[in-house]
């Protein structure tokens, strides 16, 4: 099975300043990745796809990168309802398509 | 406007069985795959099964095979986890979501809590 290492486990950034996440594979998955953000009580919603292609209403200041094993969800200006958990997914490898443990983005 | 809404979810014995159900509308099921995907504090998200759109193929984590049954009927927009031998570790929020890899629609999520 491929793990998803996501770090830091928890990021801490002020409002309006830039956030970045990051996503190592055990082994290539290419550019099959998926970032989802999720807020208490509330299912995961998808951000990015492709490891880059953002989903439909996904602001611009959303952006991903990286391929292979290290990828990248940079938030360029952090707005007060981007705090949040976020989840990075590999659908290369299958079963199972692995989730990373998370990235709590909170406000400092 | 797409809805996926889980329902079954509750508390079971060790050993117990339990059917989840996802009905959909908004959406063209008959044309995706469906997956399950639970969650837990202590694991976080775990995809455990997914079919695809007529059925013929279905998969399992090693986690839950042998023990899960996916499932769906189209004419009623419908998917299934048919859930037995639970045990412990299988208490989580189980979600159903759109899509075989990644997943744009999610429900709300059903709480399965074993214990004795």
């Known amino acids: 099975d491929i793990v998803m290492t996501q770090s830091p486990a928890t990021l801490s950034v002020s409002p309006g300043e830039r956030a970045t996440l990051s996503c190592r594979a055990s082994q290539s998955v290419s550019s099959n990745l998926a970032w989802y953000q999720q807020k208490p009580g509330q299912a995961p919603r998808l951000l990015i796809y492709g490891a880059s292609t953002r989903a439909t209403g996904i602001p611009p200041r959303f952006s991903g990168s990286g391929s292979g094993t290290e990828f990248t969800l940079t938030i360029s200006s952090l707005q007060s309802e981007d705090f949040a958990l976020y989840y990075c997914?590999?659908?290369?490898?299958?079963?199972?398509?692995?989730f990373g443990q998370g990235t709590k983005l909170e406000i400092k | 406007q797409v809805y996926l809404v889980e329902s079954g979810g509750g508390l079971v014995q060790p050993g117990g069985s339990l059917r989840l159900s996802c009905a959909a509308s908004g959406i063209s099921f008959s044309d995706y795959y469906m997956t399950w995907i639970r969650q837990t504090p202590e694991k976080g998200l775990e995809w455990i099964a997914y079919i695809s759109a007529t059925g013929n193929t279905v998969d399992y984590a090693d986690s839950v095979k042998g023990r899960f049954t996916i499932s769906r009927d189209n004419a009623k927009k419908s998917l299934y986890l048919q859930m037995n031998n639970l045990r412990g570790e299988d208490t989580a929020v189980y979600y159903c979501a759109r899509g075989g890899e990644y997943h744009i629609y999610w429900g709300q999520g059903t709480l399965v809590t074993v214990s004795s």
């Open positions: 997914q590999q659908y290369n490898s299958w079963p199972p398509y692995s």
